[in-house]
């Protein structure tokens, strides 16, 4: 079945530090690839998407690019800030749109100023 | 934006009571919510699919008799945990969409469980 792996956290940045949060997946057909984020108390916000292969979704200084060769979907941005702490989930879904979303475990993030 | 509210939003209950947890779409009007449990430090896991007026469409593993999910209103979908036991603590999450494959789904803040 569709499975999605990202880096365990927790990851502590300085602010301003450049930010990677690998993601890579299992999946039998060809899905869209999500990032999501959810700011303390509140619930999970898309950030990011990609439908296809080579597509770079991009938000808020982030950009992750759809690798099918290596079935990857990073994200990264260049200067973190310390608004930027949260949890991030990497998610997938087969179907066209995002239903049936398949997540990873998440990654908490913490920018220390 | 679309915002999804859930209540309550922790709850803590004794063993082989029920427990009512409520979703809501605040601004827009859902076709179809989602429900998700989420274990610490593990991903979240879709439980069902719920769409307005007709009957949820569960997970392989999840019981049907044990998570009653009721999608009465386009605003509105609830999650029953019928005769809870402290296995069923978790973090329980809501989402809805305007329509099912067409929609980004808007997330809740999630209700935590603790059956004691």
């Known amino acids: 079945g569709d499975s999605v792996t990202q880096m365990e956290g927790p990851v502590t940045l300085s602010e301003e530090a450049f930010l990677t949060i690998n993601c890579t997946y299992t999946a039998t057909g060809y899905p869209s690839l999500f990032w999501y984020v959810q700011y303390p108390g509140e619930g999970l916000q898309l950030l990011l998407k990609a439908t296809k292969a080579d597509d770079k979704g991009s938000n808020k200084g982030f950009e992750a690019t759809y690798r099918k060769e290596t079935t990857s979907f990073h994200l990264e941005k260049g200067s973190v800030q310390v608004s930027d702490s949260a949890v991030y989930f990497c998610a997938l879904s087969e179907l066209a749109g995002n239903e049936k979303l398949t997540f990873g475990t998440g990654t908490r993030l913490t920018i220390i100023p | 934006g679309a915002v999804v509210s859930q209540h309550p939003s922790w709850v803590i209950c004794k063993s082989g009571t029920s427990v009512k947890i409520e979703c809501r779409s605040l601004?827009?009007?859902?076709?179809?919510m989602f429900w998700y449990r989420q274990f610490p430090k593990q991903s979240l896991m879709l439980m069902a699919t719920?769409?307005?007026?007709?009957?949820?469409?569960?997970e392989q593993g999840v019981e049907k008799d044990k998570f009653l999910i009721n999608h009465a209103s386009l605003t509105l979908s609830t999650l029953t945990v019928t005769s809870a036991h402290p296995e069923d603590s978790s973090f329980y999450i809501c989402?809805?969409?305007?329509?099912?494959?067409?929609?980004?789904?808007?997330f809740g803040p999630g209700t935590r469980l603790l059956v004691l």
């Open positions: 719920s769409n307005e007026g007709s009957k949820a469409t569960y």
């Open positions: 989402s809805a969409s305007l329509l099912a494959g067409r929609e980004t789904q808007y």
């Open positions: 601004d827009f009007q859902a076709t179809t």
